[in-house]
C-alpha cells in the first residue's frame, strides 16, 4: 500500500509577504508559468523546504495551479484548492471560478468544481457551485415580461453618458421590454453602487425596461477577463467566446431575449473584437443590433473615457454636455467641494 507524503501547507498573502513571490515564481517558472499581478493570496504545499505545489486567488478566480510532478496523484490539487476555499469563506468571497483545458476537467471535478461553459477550443470555465448558473438563471426567469421583441444591453456605464441613454432609448423604441445588465465588478473608475444609481437614473424616464444587477455569468473577470485586463489581447477571443456563450445558452433562454444592442466600438479594441465574437456567436440565436454612437457637437463620439478625461481635468462645461442631467446630478455630489 502506497504511503502517500505529508504536506505542509501554508497561505501567502503577496500583499503583505512579497518575500515569498520569489520562491513561487521560480516554481511556475519551471512549468512555464507566470503569476498574475492580480493574485492576492497562494495556498503552498511543501515537503521539507522543497515547494510541491501552489494555487492562486485572484478575487473569485483560481489561477496557476501546478503540482510538481513527483507529486502528482497525491491529491495534492485538492489540498491546495480546499486551503483557497477556506480563505475565500473568510473572505466572504463566493462562488470559486477557474478555467482549465477539457483533458483537466475530471481532476478538477474530483477536487468539487463543476463545468460551466465551454469554447470551441475546449477551454472549460469551472465553478465550485453545481448550481450557481441554474439558481441565477431561475431567478431571472421570474423576471421574463411579455412581448415578440425582448432586448438585452449589458453596459459598464464608468459613468453613465449621453451614448449609453441613447442606446437604452433605441432598444426601448424597437422592442417590447428592455433588460438592462450592469457590468458588476469592482474594476472601474466609479463604484458599482455608484454606476448603478447613474444607470438606474438615467433610464428612469423610460417605459419597460428592468435593471439588473451585476453577476458573475455576465462580462466578469470569470467570464471575459480580457475586459479588465486589456492589455493581454491574447486571450481576448477565448474569454469573450465563453462569456458570449453563457449568455446564448443560459441567460438568454431564461428571460425570452430575441435581441442583443451594443453601441459600436471605435476606441477600445477589446470590446471592438467583443462586438465581432457577438455577431458570430449569437447570430442565428437572436438579432445583434449594433447601432452607431452619436457623436457630440464637434464630431467625436461620446465616450466614457472621454467623460473621466474632463472629470479628472475639472472641465466641468464641457461634462456637462456628454452626460445625462441625472449623471451630471450625481457626479456633483462625488467631487464636491468642487464648484461645477
Not at 466641468?316 to 441625472?326: F, G
Request: neutral net charge.
Amino acid at each position: 500500500m502506497d504511503i502517500l507524503p505529508v504536506f505542509s501547507l501554508r497561505i501567502t498573502d503577496s500583499i503583505r509577504q512579497p518575500q515569498r513571490l520569489e520562491k513561487i515564481r521560480q516554481f511556475l517558472s519551471k512549468h512555464d508559468l507566470a503569476p498574475d499581478n492580480d493574485i492576492r493570496f497562494f495556498a503552498e504545499a511543501s515537503i521539507g523546504h522543497r515547494l510541491a505545489g501552489c494555487a492562486g486567488l485572484a478575487g473569485n478566480i483560481v489561477k496557476c495551479v501546478v503540482t510538481d510532478t513527483p507529486w502528482r496523484g497525491a491529491n495534492l490539487t485538492g489540498l491546495l484548492l480546499a486551503e483557497l476555499e477556506r480563505i475565500a469563506v473568510d473572505k466572504g468571497i463566493a462562488p470559486l471560478f477557474l478555467c482549465t483545458r477539457r483533458e483537466n476537467c475530471d481532476k478538477f471535478c474530483r477536487c468539487g468544481f463543476w463545468p460551466v461553459a465551454e469554447d470551441s477550443a475546449g477551454t472549460v470555465l469551472m465553478e465550485n457551485n453545481p448550481v450557481g448558473l441554474q439558481r441565477y438563471c431561475q431567478q431571472l426567469q421570474k423576471l421574463r415580461q411579455p412581448g415578440e421583441k425582448i432586448a438585452a444591453i449589458i453596459m459598464n456605464a464608468d459613468p453613465f453618458t449621453l451614448g449609453h441613454q441613447f442606446l437604452a432609448e433605441q432598444a426601448c423604441g424597437q422592442c417590447d421590454w428592455l433588460h438592462l445588465f450592469l457590468v458588476g465588478e469592482e474594476a472601474a473608475y466609479f463604484s458599482y453602487a455608484d454606476r448603478l444609481t447613474m444607470l438606474t437614473h438615467g433610464v428612469a424616464h423610460l417605459p419597460r425596461v428592468t435593471v439588473h444587477g451585476g453577476s458573475p455569468y455576465i462580462i466578469s473577470r470569470a467570464t471575459f477577463p480580457a475586459y479588465f485586463l486589456k492589455d493581454k489581447v491574447a486571450v481576448d477571443q477565448t474569454w469573450s467566446e465563453t462569456d458570449l456563450i453563457l449568455f446564448r445558452d443560459h441567460i438568454a433562454p431564461a428571460l425570452g431575449i430575441t435581441h442583443r444592442f451594443v453601441g459600436s466600438e471605435p476606441f477600445c479594441l477589446t470590446t471592438r473584437r467583443y462586438n465581432q465574437a457577438m455577431h458570430h456567436l449569437l447570430g442565428g440565436h437572436m438579432v445583434v443590433a449594433e447601432i452607431a454612437r452619436i457623436n457630440s457637437s464637434a464630431g467625436i463620439p461620446f465616450s466614457a473615457s472621454e467623460v473621466r478625461r474632463l472629470l479628472a481635468e475639472q472641465q466641468y462645461d464641457l461634462l456637462r454636455d456628454k452626460v445625462p442631467a441625472t449623471t451630471f446630478s450625481h457626479l456633483k455630489t462625488l467631487i464636491s467641494p468642487h464648484p461645477v
